[in-house]
């Protein structure tokens, strides 16, 4: 199993996405098809620590969500390394990670093509901190231009506020 680092990556933990987990360097080819393996065998270990008693377990819960025959069998070949020919298939991905609990492959998945991935209530917070972020560089703006303007014009903008304001 893997011990929390992979391609001079940290992983927070493996059903967790973190802001501050070190993007990896792109990958394609034999070393990509290589590590979805290893994503894949990390993925079946976590379950197992995390209750699932064994693959065969694993295999029948992402058959039920996909409504698609997986095997225990074809789990050990997705991640046999002797079994080149054995791609594990993208349409059975959310099932693997609702079913084991871990998003690392999802995660390897979307940094291969140059994304990162987060869970929702993490683009949730990553977009209040923006929204946060617009609001104080308006608030600069605005006391910019406050500071340009003569008295005269502020009073002249107060009045006219107050009176649209009632």
């Known amino acids: ?9 940290t992983i927070s933990a ?3 996405a973190s802001f501050f987990d070190r993007p990896m360097a792109p990958m394609s080819g034999p070393h990509f098809a290589s590590a979805i393996r290893e994503s894949i065998a990390d993925a079946l270990a976590y ?3 995390h209750g699932a008693s064994d693959r065969y377990v694993v295999a029948t819960e992402m058959s039920r969500i996909t ?3 997986i095997t225990k069998n074809m789990l050990d070949r997705y991640t046999a390394p002797s079994a080149e ?6 349409e059975a991905l959310p099932a693997l990670i609702l079913t084991t609990g871990d998003t690392r492959l999802v995660t390897l998945i979307a940094e291969a093509c140059g994304f990162k991935a987060m869970p929702g209530e993490a683009t949730a917070v990553a977009e209040l901190v ?9 608030k600069k703006r605005i006391a910019t231009a406050r ?3 003569p008295q005269q014009a502020l009073d002249w903008a107060e009045r006219e506020a107050e009176q649209r304001g009632k």
């Open 1 to 9: 199993m893997n011990t929390g680092k992979r391609n001079s990556r």
């Open 14 to 16: 493996p059903d967790q």
């Open 47 to 49: 379950a197992k620590e």
């Open 67 to 69: 409504g698609r025959d």
């Open 85 to 90: 020919d054995w791609r594990f298939p993208l």
């Open 130 to 138: 923006t929204l946060e972020l617009q609001q104080r560089a308006i």
């Open 147 to 149: 500071k340009r303007l």
